[in-house]
């Protein structure tokens, strides 16, 4: 089964201390959800329509995995924390076999 990977696009942080009370909540979740964390960063160089602002790259064993860390508990009660404190684009990948 290929892994997958959860990528999150910030466009915009709107209320920086709500994304860090989202953080202290999504990351926990994550990983007990099976997520690894494998960048979490503004990016170091954007081209075409890329847009500085925070990125993040979750590894996980399959998209169902994945998904089930998205639709889980602790990651919806960071979701609630985070409310509209961000604009983001959040996609879930099945890496290439």
């Known amino acids: 089964m290929p ?3 959860w990528i999150a696009a910030y466009r915009a942080i709107k209320d920086p201390a709500a994304l860090a009370e989202y953080g ?3 990351g926990p979740a994550l990983q007990a959800a099976g997520g690894r ?3 979490r960063a503004v990016p170091a160089m954007v081209y075409e329509c890329g847009i500085s602002e925070r ?5 996980f064993d399959s998209v169902q995995q994945a998904i089930a860390a998205h639709d889980g508990p602790g990651y919806n009660a960071a979701l609630q ?3 509209q404190a961000a604009e983001r684009d959040v996609r879930i ?4 076999a």
């Not at 990948?93 to 290439?96: C, D, H, S």
């Open 3 to 5: 892994k997958a990977y």
């Open 81 to 83: 924390a985070l409310g």
């Open 37 to 39: 964390f494998l960048a």
């Open 55 to 59: 990125t993040v790259l979750i590894e």
């Open 93 to 96: 990948v099945e890496a290439a």
């Open 24 to 26: 202290k909540l999504a």
